[in-house]
């Protein structure tokens, strides 16, 4: 039995050929696996999980698109596998009912798991980028749960509206980064895996995809990233017992 891991689909209705990737992965090459783990971004953006109450009138498309999803993590759920999400930089609205629909366990970030014979620190990766002093004030505000009840208290239409001037917002400002500034900070990497007590670390966030080899206070650490999503192609981590994590790209059948 195995675990997977995956990050940042950025699931969205204009993006239908990452949907059915997924959907087909799922049904795939997660059939077996004991565990599967959502490192955030799993959609490109969240306004509340009240949003579900609108389904097909939800003017975004994003309502029917979470029910489907849901229901196909639930069904895998219940075949099986434990399904645990963890909040993105785009997702971080996510709440219990949207998991309790997937049949999923929400994960705090970070958490330190037992994956195959070893500790493991996963984390969605967007609290190493500390260069990116701009994003990491946002960061803060976002993740604080009294702006977040401000924010869910808004009409949706108001929330939708806010959602997409702070990705065009985004966009805007990523696009005049240095990409050093995008990336995390390696003395943050350090402190982490150091924190933490691991010498494993895994993460999505940067969409630049590779295996690092960290050194940590002399001794050998290990940082996985995974990649984004595209149409044509996906990325996961399987964990088997008593083997290396493995780093895996493919092509997305829907």
Known sequence: MSTLLISDLHLHPGAPAITEGFLNWLETRAADAEALYILGDFFEAWIGDDLLDLGAADPTGTAALAERIA????????????????????????????????????????????????RVLLMHGDSLCTRDE?????????????WQAQILAMPIPERIALAK???????????????????????????????????????????????????????????????????NRGWDIEIVPGQAPVLRDFPLQG
């Open 71 to 118: 229901a196909a993590l639930k069904q895998r759920a219940e075949a099986g596998t434990a399904i645990y999400l963890m909040h993105g930089n785009r997702d971080f609205l996510l709440g219990e009912r949207f998991a309790d629909a997937a049949g999923a366990t929400l994960l705090p970030d970070p958490s330190v798991v037992t994956l195959g014979d070893e």
């Open 134 to 146: 701009a994003y990491m004030a946002f960061r803060a505000k976002a993740r604080d749960s009294q």
């Open 165 to 231: 001037q702070l990705r065009d917002q985004s966009g805007e400002a990523n696009s005049n980064k240095a990409e050093d500034i995008m990336d995390v900070t390696p003395a943050e990497v350090v402190e982490a895996l150091r924190e933490h007590g691991v010498t494993t670390m895994i993460h999505g966030h940067t969409h630049r995809p590779a295996i690092h080899d960290v050194d940590l206070d002399g001794a050998p650490a290990r940082r996985f990233v995974l990649g984004d999503w595209q149409p």
